[in-house]
């Protein structure tokens, strides 16, 4: 199957009769247009995998209270580098937070994931040398995991180190996902507006691209 916002991948599935999914992309970047990708991808999978089973979502569901959340953590992170951490299952949504704030908000920004963090990149806290913020992603069920992230959001916190607690919300996995991409789509938006610069830019990359 295809997904595809038209143009010549467009033709190539309609003239070899390829599934696809076509939508206006409406001169969004490609991390912009994500939900639209997703809700292709589903449905393509179930026109291609009719007894393919999907966990059950709200397809209409609207993420709760998330711009005013987005604004927040704008304002937290801002004039800092952040960090962002996750359990390792959800290492996918640690990531799309780092590229987001490089992206759109043209800031630095790393991610890792726990345990391992517990085990070397702590220690690089101890010392007071950069201005780092950390952001710390837990789910809403309860697990070891869960309580090994919050003990160390404390004992980094008593150390100075600027820490924010971030739940993921949501009635399932997928919604909990969803919720977390679009907060971090928010977030790193309202900060490159904080920043003044424009979000929808890459000039550096434009730049490597151009180079021979």
């Known amino acids: 199957g295809i997904v595809t916002g ?74 800092t580098i952040p960090v962002i951490y996750t359990d390792t299952e959800k290492k996918y949504i640690g990531y799309f937070w780092k590229t987001n704030f490089n992206e759109t908000a043209k800031q630095p920004a790393f991610n890792n994931v726990f345990p391992e963090m517990m085990h070397n990149e702590i220690t690089g806290f101890e010392k007071k040398l950069f201005p780092f913020s950390a952001l710390f992603f837990i789910t809403s069920r309860k697990s070891q995991i869960n309580e090994k992230i919050r003990k160390t959001v404390r004992i980094l916190k008593d150390n100075g180190l600027k820490t924010k607690l971030i739940k993921l919300t949501g009635r399932n996995e997928i919604e909990e996902a969803l919720n977390a991409l679009i907060l971090s789509q928010l977030t790193s938006f309202y900060l490159a507006k904080i920043k003044k610069v424009d979000p929808a830019e890459t000039r550096l990359i434009n730049q490597l691209k151009k180079m021979k």
């Open 6 to 79: 038209g143009g010549e991948l467009k033709q190539i599935a309609i003239t070899r009769k390829i599934p696809f999914v076509s939508f206006f992309p409406n001169d969004l970047t490609a991390r912009q247009a994500l939900g639209y990708n997703f809700y292709s991808v589903l449905k393509l999978l179930k026109v291609i995998f009719p007894k393919i089973k999907i966990p059950e979502f709200d397809s209409k569901f609207k993420p709760f209270k998330l711009k005013s959340v987005a604004l927040k953590i704008a304002r937290f992170v801002n004039g």
